[in-house]
């Protein structure tokens, strides 16, 4: 149980175009998603925290101009990376929690993630 | 500032036992999480302790003592699959997870 699927896995763009991402969770309901980007070598950083049917929460320093987030339903969450650039190429990874398995901080913190997308912008 | 330290890199044998360790300082606690992240993979996870305590869970076991904001992931009889980066993660009073950089283990046969 708890999957996740993130599709596409892998993409390439030209510089100037939008790509969007899309984060499934495949046996749950996810009212709780999350937006990831990890650099080579690097932790994750949160980008932001996506909850069906209301704006995303964007964490300092991420343009929600610029990485839309739009959680229409409590199975699918899509990140939109708009007028993409090379400095955006990196790895985009979402996770989603499974409500009522637990205590809040448990539930927020046992996160179910996809395989990731790697984006790369020429 | 809410920080997460953790070792870069450790090496260990096949069949050894490692432990990884991280502390922590951030704003409020809510428990400790720990994830395994293969290569150009996502992160699965491991553990969660909110409790001081050891909580074993087949081969990893996990250990936190709250006032010295400290953890650790013991993995035993290493197999080559567990070569992998091990996230730290601390929940504070927000609810928001906090991330260490992550321990990349090497296993060596």
């Known amino acids: 149980g708890a999957v996740v699927s993130q599709h596409p896995s892998w993409v390439i763009c030209k510089s100037g175009t939008s790509v969007k991402i899309e984060c499934r969770s495949l046996?749950?309901?996810?009212?709780?998603m999350f937006w990831y980007r990890q650099f080579p070598k690097q932790s994750l950083m949160l980008m932001a925290t996506?909850?069906?049917?209301?704006?995303?929460?964007?964490e300092q320093g991420v343009e929600k101009d610029k990485f839309l987030i739009n959680h229409a339903s409590l199975t699918l969450s899509t990140l939109t990376v708009t007028s993409a650039h090379p400095e955006d190429s990196s790895f985009y990874i979402c996770?989603?929690?499974?409500?009522?398995?637990?205590?809040?901080?448990?539930?927020?913190?046992?996160?179910?993630f996809g395989p990731g997308t790697r984006l790369t912008v020429t | 500032g809410q920080n997460i330290d953790q070792p870069t890199e450790m090496t260990a044998t096949e069949g050894a036992i490692v432990q990884i360790n991280c502390t922590y300082q951030?704003?409020?606690?809510?428990?400790l999480f720990w994830y395994q992240q293969h290569a150009g993979e996502a992160p699965t996870f491991l553990s969660y302790?909110?409790l001081d305590g050891l909580e074993e869970k087949g081969r990893f076991s996990s250990f936190l003592s709250r006032s010295k904001g400290y953890s650790y992931l013991l993995l035993k009889e290493l197999q080559m699959k567990d070569s992998a980066s091990y996230l730290c993660?601390?929940?504070?009073?927000?609810?928001?997870?906090?991330w260490g950089a992550g321990t990349k283990l090497i296993i060596k046969p």
């Open positions: 996770s989603a929690t499974d409500p009522g398995t637990g205590t809040l901080a448990g539930e927020l913190g046992e996160q179910y």
């Open positions: 302790n909110v």
């Open positions: 046996d749950f309901q996810a009212t709780t």
């Open positions: 996506s909850n069906e049917g209301s704006k995303a929460t964007y």
């Open positions: 993660a601390v929940m504070d009073s927000n609810y928001q997870l906090i």
């Open positions: 951030t704003s409020g606690f809510n428990g």
